[in-house]
């Protein structure tokens, strides 16, 4: 049986990423993407810590994608100076950090699927020296934003050509798993339309971890971007897209209590494990003990069952889980701790908690 | 139909949190447990704050309950001196933040359910002019922690009584929903046999939102532990504890997107709303729309569906939810907004993401 690190150094419940794991995600994916010619722009949601983006960049990453203002300015302030906003920004407050934003780096685009949006963001950049360059959303089967056609795709762009500060760069979508033909299709329409009404679609933008290793089945696509490749976790796991020995952070829990046969409670609840199940069933897998279960969780508590007849733990025993969605585990921290062989340290999850 | 305020001066998405009601809830219950002789004891969980937590004390509360250290910490910092850790302290670093915390306020008791716990606590209070006082947990049907039967609880109490630095102080249970008849059996049945060895047990703790009108029903209760009743949320109006009247807390969302007939995508996603379900169905209520359902959550946007034909809502219009859960929407956010009239202003989550 695998025994899990102990680290008596760290108190518990802790978020513990194995840093020689990330190297090894983080540049196998670049070669992957390198190797197609694809640009690689990852997602900061799964880490949120600016060194981790950073290294991403140095390995070859074109850029970053933050889902929020208060990310990107989070990793602006870090150096980061290519940056994509998958988000519809509206209201004069977001606009006006979004076009403060734009002014001190280098390259931010946004995307848009609405005409309220564009006009928005034409309004906050109407006197910029440069266009703010949008990418229109297009919903290619995953159900969120995203015009629905090729041809509300081509509308946009001409409504955003049409416009002052504002300019048309591509397409991006968020696909459903599986959904990489369904992104060919529909990119493969908006770029025969947009051309013959004579409007340029250089980029065109994919995602999602699942789907990661068939990035390069869409021909169309010049980009992929995507978060949890860095820390994977145990939806990837069930996914087969990636092992165990992949999944860079664990959760850090004690068992508190061996109230009753067959159960034992630990001290990581919804707090850090966060209930998301992405359909799996249970909240996390206990690193070597298949035969144990995480069947629920309250905020500070998490309930494990096995067979009444086993012993697994005692109590003060530590455990490693692997989340089921380890972005959102990120999001639930202040500060995670980095394990290099015997060397910890400790970051801040700089960018935890940025819903602006 | 109810319209939502605006709240213009507002970023979304955010929690509001209406002053009066909050004032309504906290009263109605003090009230009730002054009229049937309970002592009520605040769960902090739900709104992490401690000029709240004042408020329920002021109101005639005997203490507060915590579940960690850390957020008794922040508690204890704000001038609160009547404390209760409902959870198994276990480890040299939490045994010492524990002590450190005990020596500088009036009143601070913990639970435990093993003998390992207790041994701890013994040895880090065996030097204390005045012993800790440790209530012992009883599983009365929850499936948490807890000891499984009252002659459990006995060997603990004398387990306690006969270590040094700690004393026996009471039985403390979080029950199940409808466990108030388990809960009075299982304390009357512990509290006969620690007579008969000669233990007295002063304080016998129940707890619980769900069945907080209830709490009178058991006699044998000296004590009651409940949080969400002075924010209330969607899990209490399902069960009929609450009505819509009494949610204090909303989580004000902008429509960013109409991608298509029937679905509207918002700002506010499990960053904001969490996943936590409570056995309902969708991811909370949109307040003044019956008709729209919260059908999904990803981090950033939350997924409304209604019927296709029907156009409840604008790009940029606001809307209010009420959450299912409403202590982990707490926990999400580093500060909250206070609305009492027309004056709102922003405190922050003080105790928020306290895990340790």
């Not at 010049?222 to 087969?240: C, F, K, P, Q």
């Not at 972005?327 to 060397?343: A, F, I, K, Y």
Request: proline fraction near 5%; hydrophobic fraction near 40%.
């Amino acid at each position: 049986m695998t025994r899990s690190p102990q680290y008596p150094q760290l108190d518990t419940p802790c978020a513990v990423i194995n840093l020689d794991t990330v190297d090894r995600n983080v540049n196998a994916y670049q070669a992957y993407c390198d190797k197609h010619g694809i640009a690689l722009r990852p997602h900061i949601k799964t880490h949120k810590i600016p060194a981790f983006a950073k290294q991403q960049i140095d390995a070859g990453a074109r850029g970053i994608t933050c889902q929020k203002i208060g990310e990107a300015e989070i990793m602006a302030d870090a150096g980061l100076d290519d940056i994509l906003l998958t988000y519809n920004v509206l209201g004069e407050r977001k606009l006006a950090r979004l076009r403060s934003l734009f002014d001190r780096i280098k390259t931010l685009r946004v995307v848009a699927d609405n005409e309220a949006v564009i006009e928005g963001l034409s309004r906050a950049f109407s006197d910029s020296a440069k266009p703010l360059e949008i990418l229109i959303e297009c919903d290619t089967g995953g159900g969120r934003c995203g015009v629905q056609s090729p041809d509300a795709a081509v509308v946009l762009a001409q409504k955003i050509q049409s416009l002052p500060g504002i300019a048309f760069a591509g397409l991006m979508t968020y696909p459903a798993a599986g959904g990489g033909p369904k992104v060919g299709g529909f990119f493969g329409d908006a770029m025969a339309k947009l051309d013959a009404v004579g409007i340029d679609c250089p980029i065109r933008s994919s995602g999602g971890t699942p789907d990661m290793w068939k990035a390069h089945e869409v021909s169309n696509v010049t980009e992929h971007r995507i978060g949890t490749y860095i820390y994977n976790d145990r939806s990837l796991m069930a996914r087969e897209v990636c092992g165990e020995d992949d999944c860079a952070l664990r959760v850090l829990a004690e068992v508190v209590s061996l109230p009753a046969p067959g159960r034992a409670i630990i001290d990581a609840g919804s707090k850090v494990l966060t209930s998301d199940l992405l359909g799996l069933e249970g909240y996390g897998c206990v690193v070597g003990h298949p035969e144990v279960n995480v069947v629920g969780l309250s905020e500070e508590h998490g309930i494990l069952h096995f067979e009444a007849d086993l012993s697994p733990f005692e109590i003060g025993e530590r455990i490693e889980i692997i989340p089921n969605h380890v972005c959102v585990v990120s999001n639930m921290l202040d500060q995670v701790h980095l394990v290099r062989g015997d060397v910890i340290s400790t970051v801040d999850v700089t960018a935890r908690g940025k819903v602006l």
